[in-house]
C-alpha cells in the first residue's frame, strides 16, 4: 500500500492577505533602513572618489535603482533626525514608508513650521495618497508665498515633445503642472467617454481620438488664432484627380505632415470646407486663381442644428456644435447643399463614412442608416455605438 501524505489544505484568502501586510511591513522595515545608510553615504565623498557624478548616480548604478528611487532614499535618510516619531511609527507598521517620503518632503518646503505631530496623526488616518494630498494643504498653509513659488515653476516648465516617426506617425508627449493637466482632462475627459454600448475602442484609442476631435472642433469653430481676416485652415493641395479618387491619382499633399494623405482623406476634409482652386502652367508658375466655397454655413447650417441637433449617427451624443455638415453624396460628384443631402456628423462618424468606408443613407422616414463596410480584414466589422 502507499503511504498517505499530509496535504495542508490551500490557504485562505484573509490568510493570504494577512501574509502580504507582513511582507510588505519588512519591505518597508529595510526601505527604513537602505534610507538611513543612503543619507550616510551622501555625506561621504566616495561617490565622488569613484568618478560618479552624485551618490543618486552611484545608487543608481551599483544598487540597480532608479534615479527617483535613489533620491527618495537619500532625502529621507538625510532627515531622518527630524522625523523621528514618524520613523517609529514605521517600524511599529502604523505608516508606510511611502508615508514617511511625503513628511520628510514636506518639513523640507516648510523648514522651521513643520509640525511633526499633527501630520503624523494624519498619517495615521489616511493612505498615502490621500497624505500625499494633505501635505500639499499643510504646506500651504504654512508657507503660502513657497507654495506659489513652486506651482509658478511648474507653469514655466510645461514642455510638449512632437516628433514624425518614419511612417508618418506623430508622437506626442508632454509635461504640464496641475492646473494645466486639468484643464487639459476635463477638456479630453467628456470627449473620450465610450459613445455606445458597442463602442470597443481603449481608453488610450478614445484619448487619442478626443485629441484630434478637440483639434478638428478649434479649426471648424474658429477657435485657432486667426491671421488677419482669415480663418486658419488645414491646407491641402491636391489634384482634381485625387478629389475625384481617380485610379492612379496621386496622393495629397498636407501641411504640417511628413507624408501624403489619402483621396479619401481630402474627401472628408472638402466635405464641408472652402476650396481655392490654383493653376498652374508646365513651370509651376500661378496662372490662375479662384474660389468655390462649399461650406454649409450661414442660415443653411443653422438650419441644420436645429434640424439634426447634433450627430445622427444612431446612438452618438456629440452635439450638433461638435460637428461637420456632411453630403450624402459628395459635392464633386454633383452632390447639392439642399438639406436632404446634408446631415451632421461628429469627427469620428465622419471619418469612418470616408476613410473607413462605412456607408449612411438617408431612409423615407428621414432618419440616417448605417451600413458597415463590405470587405473588411482581420476581424469581423463591429459597430461603433
Known amino acids: 500500500m502507499l503511504a498517505t501524505q499530509d496535504v495542508q489544505p490551500p490557504a485562505s484568502g484573509a490568510e493570504v492577505g ?26 561621504t565623498d566616495e561617490y565622488d572618489e569613484q568618478g560618479y557624478a552624485s551618490p543618486i548616480d552611484w545608487i543608481r548604478f551599483n544598487c540597480h535603482q532608479t534615479s527617483t ?28 514608508f511611502a508615508h514617511l517620503k ?28 490621500k497624505f500625499y494630498y494633505l501635505c500639499n494643504h499643510y504646506r500651504h498653509s504654512a508657507d503660502r508665498k513657497g507654495f506659489e513659488a513652486e506651482q509658478a515653476d511648474l507653469v514655466e516648465n510645461r514642455k510638449l515633445w512632437i516628433s514624425t516617426c518614419e511612417d508618418g506617425a506623430v508622437v506626442i508627449s508632454g509635461v504640464f503642472d496641475p492646473v494645466g493637466g486639468a484643464a487639459i482632462r476635463t477638456a479630453l475627459e ?37 491671421q488677419g481676416s482669415q480663418r486658419t485652415h488645414l491646407q491641402v493641395t491636391t489634384s482634381l484627380e485625387t ?16 507624408v501624403p494623405v489619402s483621396s479619401k482623406t481630402v474627401e472628408r476634409l472638402a466635405c464641408d470646407a472652402s476650396v481655392t482652386r490654383i493653376l498652374l502652367d508646365s513651370e509651376s508658375t ?70 473607413g468606408n462605412w456607408q449612411i443613407v438617408r431612409g423615407d422616414d428621414g432618419r440616417i442608416v448605417t451600413i458597415p463596410p463590405t470587405v473588411t480584414f482581420g476581424s469581423s466589422p463591429s459597430g461603433p455605438d
Request: proline residues 5%.
Open 18 to 43: 494577512k501574509e502580504l501586510k507582513q511582507v510588505l511591513h519588512q519591505v518597508d522595515l529595510l526601505l527604513l533602513r537602505a534610507s538611513d545608510v543612503a543619507g550616510r553615504f551622501a555625506a
Open 69 to 96: 528611487a535613489a533620491a527618495d532614499l537619500i532625502a529621507v535618510g538625510k532627515k531622518l533626525e527630524m522625523v523621528p516619531e514618524s520613523a517609529q511609527a514605521v517600524s511599529r507598521g502604523e505608516i508606510g
Open 102 to 129: 511625503a513628511m520628510v518632503r514636506t518639513a523640507n518646503a516648510v523648514g522651521s513650521k513643520f509640525d511633526e505631530a499633527l501630520l503624523l496623526a494624519k498619517a495615521r488616518e489616511n493612505s498615502p495618497g
Open 190 to 226: 467628456p470627449l473620450a467617454r465610450r459613445s455606445g454600448a458597442h463602442d470597443d475602442r481603449t481608453r488610450e484609442k478614445r484619448l487619442a481620438d478626443a485629441v484630434v476631435d478637440l483639434a478638428t472642433h478649434a479649426l471648424d469653430s474658429g477657435l485657432i488664432p486667426q
Open 243 to 258: 478629389l475625384l479618387g481617380l485610379p492612379g491619382a496621386p496622393a495629397a499633399d498636407l501641411e504640417f505632415s511628413s
Open 286 to 355: 500661378v496662372i490662375d486663381v479662384g474660389r468655390a466655397k462649399r461650406t454649409i454655413s450661414g442660415p443653411a447650417r443653422k438650419a441644420l442644428n436645429i434640424r439634426d441637433r447634433g450627430c445622427t449617427w444612431p446612438g452618438c451624443e456629440r452635439p450638433a456644435s461638435w460637428t461637420s455638415g456632411h453630403h450624402l453624396k459628395h459635392w464633386i460628384h454633383g452632390g447639392t447643399n439642399e438639406p436632404r443631402n446634408l446631415t451632421l456628423l461628429c469627427y469620428r462618424h465622419h471619418w469612418m463614412v470616408h476613410e
